[in-house]
Each structure stands twice: as C-alpha cells, then as structure tokens.
C-alpha cells in the first residue's frame, strides 16, 4: 500500500531532511585518506544525537552501523569497521535520519584525493541521472518515467544501473512502497501529491550483476568494477518534487 503523507508529515519530514542535510555535510567534510570508517560512524552517532534525531539504518533488519560506507566495487550497505581509506578510493555515503516517527534517506559518493577519470565520470554520470530522475517525478508521471529518466540517462554514457536493489517509498517506515527501479520494468503506479520517495540510483562502471558479501549485508559488483551511489528523498507536489534531502 502507498502512503500518502499529509502536509504535516511533509513538514516533519522537510526539517529531518534539513538535520539530515547537516550530518551528511558534516560527513562529507570528515571524509579523507587516513580516516576509517569506523570512525564515519562514530561521527553519523554523535551527530545525530547532537541534533535530535535517530539513525534510521542502526538495528535496522539488524544491520550493526548508524550509515553504510562503500567504497570502490561496493554498491550499498557497506559495514564500516576498521578499514583505512586511501588516496583514490571512491566512498559512498548512505545515511537515514527518523524525527517524530518519519524516515528521511540519502546518500552521496565523492572520491577521495586524485581519482581516475573513469571514476570521476562515473560519480557524475551517477550524480546526473539521479537529477533527471528527479526531473521526471511530478503528479500524473509514472514511477516507469523516473526509471525510463535514469536508465536512458546512464546507458546512453556507457556504464549500467544496478538491477536488483532500487529506491522506495520511504516516510513512516524506512522502506515503503512503492519501489523505485532505475531501469525499466513496467509503467508502475501514477505519482500523486503527498508521495515521499527516495531515488536512488546505483550505477556500476561495468556490468550491472552484484554479488553479496559474505558479510551478508554487503553488495558488491559481480565484475569487480567501480560503483556510484546517489539518493534524494522527495515529496511529489502539484508541481515539480521538492526535494526533503
């Protein structure tokens, strides 16, 4: 079932996005050859705390971290632990923040230092189709318009959108319907005022199979090739979305 925030939710949720905005600024900013990412989560913690909301992603299904870290051929939910980055890495944050009951979700990927020019064109390429995603999703698209956006968008570069993990609705709980997928399956539901999604596409430098972990929480590229992550969450409006974070 979808659910339709009223426009107090949105309202919650556009100041969790805000705090949320903050953290990962702060991240952002942290994030250098030397530091581990451990210590990432350590900060996404205390920041939270600090501002007032709850990590989203801590106990979540288990999961053992308050933000995933992944870095080169990891797609998502990157465990951090004592793991060095280094010069050249490509490191993508994925946070998610909960105030008075209401998820907010995001992620970014930068590389760290000199980065090759395959990598640099990656995080762009992944960074862009997220914004033409976004472009698409208005009351009255489909949720087939913002995958169609997405995968012409990276395909049309050469690289390969991730085909098992996609966005979602996201708002009252963390993983919401509907999903979100950055290629095409399908015309999917209509978008309609009050939607809350998180659009995230994954985009790997080679081919788009993944494998897990042993970690079983981990995903990698099943060719070992880079991969880029971007998320915003946003309201669907009577215009275009607003984007909560």
């Known amino acids: 079932m979808i659910i339709i925030k009223s426009d107090e939710e949105v309202v919650i949720m556009r100041k969790c996005g805000k705090i949320l905005a903050a953290i990962l600024d702060k991240l952002r900013t942290e994030m250098r050859p030397g530091i581990s990412t451990s210590r990432l989560d350590v900060i996404m913690a205390d920041e939270s705390a600090k501002r007032g909301v709850v990590p989203s992603f801590k106990d979540y299904h288990g999961f053992p971290a308050s933000l995933c870290v992944s870095v080169n051929d990891e797609v998502v ?17 994925d946070v998610g923040a909960r105030l008075n009951g209401l998820h907010t979700d995001a992620a970014i990927t930068m590389g760290l230092g000199r ?10 390429v992944t960074e862009g189709s997220l914004k033409s995603g976004i472009a698409r999703a208005i009351s009255g698209a489909s949720v087939d318009d913002i995958a169609s956006a997405i995968q012409h968008f990276v395909e049309s570069r050469g690289f390969s959108v991730v085909r098992e993990y996609t966005g979602h609705g996201v708002g009252r709980d963390l993983h919401e319907e509907p999903q979100i997928p950055n290629f095409v399956v399908g ?3 209509l978008l309609r005022r009050g939607m809350t999604l998180a659009i995230e596409p994954m ?21 070992g090739s880079l991969s880029a992550h971007f998320e915003h969450t946003v309201a669907i409006t009577d ?4 984007i909560l974070v």
Do not use: F, Y
């Not at 980065?115 to 762009?124: G, H, V």
């Not at 215009?239 to 607003?242: D, F, Q, R, S, W």
């Open 203 to 223: 985009v790997n430098a080679g081919d788009w199979h993944t494998k897990l972990a042993p970690n079983h929480w981990t995903v990698l590229t099943a060719d």
């Open 187 to 189: 015309k999917g539901p």
């Open 77 to 93: 939910h990157g465990i951090p632990d004592q793991r060095i980055l280094e010069e050249g890495d490509i490191v993508s944050l």
């Open 239 to 242: 215009n275009e979305a607003e």
């Open 115 to 124: 980065i090759s020019n395959k990598a640099e064109e990656l995080i762009s």
